[in-house]
């Protein structure tokens, strides 16, 4: 435990029971003991994490090697997502997905018979769904001035854990959605067995791109306070390319044997091959907007 001087709010739930939890690299975390959000304090001053290297190169040590690739086996994942959602009765509609990326998710979702719309922190990335096609807002999803009750789907996959204010972000999901709409979230566990078993060394913990960390416990928590029920509360398991995993070891471990073993798998016959893996280390939620407004 440290002393800290200052007093520091959950920036979630707003509760000042919160204890130190320990640190990464030049970054503190702390766990609120109320909701159990775990959170980087203070802030990063700069989040301009995601340009055009975020994307492609994963140059500064994280991001993605290639976003469009390294997504490719994802196709039946997203697939599984769609149809969990349509099993609730929502088939068609107005779906915005946050943090779209290059639009990857949309055109599933598209194909799925909804109408897609998306919002992107990077306009490297917003651009090239564009060109494509896609209408892809860039910028973050508070300033996107959507009209009230307006989706009726709203997805998050991979999101809440990198945003500066998670709670501004789920604030402005809930005005834009329409009642009886669905709010679907994919993020990492910080309640999982690898994160408690590793704490601070658990591979999801990336401060500066992850932020703030989330459990089944802390978002249900603060969500059935905050207008929306919980429907679907589950793990589903990623496929990867095996370039993709030996980069996650090497960024985890920085053993450059992982690195070289990337780029071996990275070409030619094993580019094609992806495996399974479910750490049961993210969970998968969808919670309906039951208030009016
Ligand atoms: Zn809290």
Not at 170 to 178: D, F
């Amino acid at each position: 435990m440290e002393n800290d001087m200052e007093k520091i709010n959950c920036p979630l739930c707003d509760n000042t029971f919160v204890n130190f939890f320990s640190n990464k690299k030049n970054y503190k975390l702390y766990k609120c003991q109320k909701c159990k959000l775990l959170f980087v304090y203070p802030l990063p001053i700069s989040l301009d994490v995601y340009d055009k290297t975020y994307f492609s190169g994963a140059d500064k040590g994280f991001g993605y090697v290639d976003y469009d690739l390294d997504k490719q086996p994802m196709i039946p994942v997203f697939k599984k997502y769609l149809e969990i959602i349509s099993s609730l009765g929502i088939k068609k509609g107005k779906l915005l997905d946050v943090g779209c990326a290059t639009g990857f998710f949309m055109n599933i979702a598209k194909d799925f018979g909804f109408e897609v719309y998306g919002v992107e922190m990077s306009d490297f990335a917003a651009q090239k769904g564009r060109d494509a096609g896609l209408n892809i807002i860039t910028g973050p999803l508070e300033g996107s001035n959507y009209p009230d009750s307006h989706f009726d789907v709203i997805t998050m996959c991979d999101v809440l854990e990198h945003v500066s204010s998670p709670k501004d972000v789920l604030a402005e999901a809930k005005r834009i959605l329409k009642k009886g709409g669905v709010l679907m979230v994919n993020t990492p566990d910080s309640e999982s067995l690898w994160s408690r078993l590793f704490g601070s060394r658990w591979h999801l913990i990336l401060p500066p791109e992850h932020l703030h960390y989330f459990s089944p416990f802390t978002l249900n928590y603060y969500l059935s306070n905050h207008g929306f029920k919980t429907m679907i509360n589950t793990k589903i398991g990623k496929l990867f390319t095996f370039q993709y995993i030996f980069i996650m070891l090497y960024k985890w471990q920085g053993l450059k044997i992982w690195q070289t073993m990337s780029s071996f798998f990275s070409k030619g016959y094993f580019s094609r091959f992806f495996i399974p893996i479910n750490l049961y280390d993210n969970f998968f939620m969808i919670l309906k907007k039951t208030d009016e407004q």
